[in-house]
């Protein structure tokens, strides 16, 4: 997978968790903020169902019914803005509108996590403009989120990003300067849901950016240890990790991953390769007394 869909993916789905999971006002609120909630809720639904102008229309009626003092405010607020950027057809003046929607909750709810993710998405908008200071102008809202909410999950996804927003320079001291950025992070966050998708990133930028094979093994081969963060791509990752061992020679590692690939995977369209490929491993290193697995045979459902 392109390593760069790879962190969007994974923060696509983080923020769609966020939408799922962050709550509204308690029960015992009044009757009046019970009103409000209604359309808050009805607007989140379209929003997890990708349908922003009817997300729009709604959390826009919304808007004008609660204040910064509601205690949903910063989810509608939040809400809102994603709805905005993201209508269609996408024009500059929803992305300027949502611009203003995230500063404004930046501004009045600095502490509150969705203003980590207002923060995070400014990024995103200012990464695709064309201005020419685009990377330095995104890179800036990323450490802020960095700055304001360390040790946080939120602080991890700025991390991924300013290392993405790094690597899309094609600049090898920038990607070694990403690179950096990122293996410092699998240090503060040990035990992290994030540590297979950090470690998997920098093995991409190993391999595909700096053409350093090695490092990328070790890298790939921790965030198999950790899980792979596609776990329906992990057919897919294993193959990846055996042809770069053995493209430096690591032929008996080699053939235990595309061993694991066979044997774990049988309804994998890399199973008949990867077995071919520990044959032909087996010739090579007679002494090994590598053991050929069998394909599975797979039954069709009736």
């Known amino acids: 997978m392109n390593p760069h869909k790879l962190i969007r993916c994974a923060l696509i789905l983080s923020v769609l968790t966020l939408l799922w999971t962050t709550g509204c006002a308690p029960e015992s609120e009044s009757s009046s903020t019970?009103?409000?909630?209604?359309?808050?809720?009805?607007?989140?639904?379209?929003?997890?169902?990708?349908?922003?102008?009817q997300a729009h229309a709604i959390l826009l009626e919304h808007a004008q019914h609660i204040s910064p003092e509601n205690s949903d405010w910063p989810l509608a607020t939040y809400s809102l803005a994603l709805a905005t950027w993201h209508q269609a057809p996408s024009t500059q003046q929803g992305i300027d509108d949502a611009k203003v929607l995230f500063h404004t909750l930046v501004e009045k709810a600095p502490q509150h996590n969705l203003a980590a993710s207002a923060l995070l998405d400014l990024g995103r908008i200012a990464e695709f403009s064309q201005a020419d200071d685009a990377a330095a102008q995104a890179q800036a809202y990323y450490k802020r989120v960095q700055d304001k909410f360390p040790g946080t999950e939120m602080a991890v996804r700025a991390s991924l990003l300013e290392a993405q927003s790094l690597a899309r320079s094609f600049d090898k001291q920038q990607v070694k300067q990403a690179i950096q950025l990122l293996e410092k992070l699998t240090k503060e966050q040990a035990g992290s849901q994030w540590i297979g998708t950090i470690e998997q990133y920098i093995a991409h930028l190993y391999a595909f950016y700096l053409d350093e094979l090695e490092p990328a093994i070790t890298h790939y081969s921790a965030a198999k240890e950790?899980?792979?963060?596609?776990?329906?791509?992990?057919?897919?990752?294993?193959?990846?990790?055996?042809?770069?061992?053995?493209?430096?020679?690591?032929?008996?590692?080699?053939?235990?991953t595309f061993t694991e690939l066979v044997e774990e995977h049988p309804r994998s369209v890399y199973g008949s390769v990867a077995r071919k490929r520990i044959i032909e491993i087996a010739k090579q290193h007679p002494e090994a007394n590598i053991t050929i697995p069998e394909l599975a045979e797979v039954r069709l459902g009736r």
């Open 34 to 53: 019970e009103a409000t909630q209604a359309p808050l809720e009805t607007g989140i639904s379209e929003l997890r169902a990708f349908n922003f102008n």
């Open 226 to 256: 950790f899980g792979f963060p596609r776990s329906s791509d992990t057919d897919l990752s294993l193959w990846q990790l055996g042809l770069w061992q053995q493209e430096v020679k690591q032929d008996l590692a080699a053939a235990e």
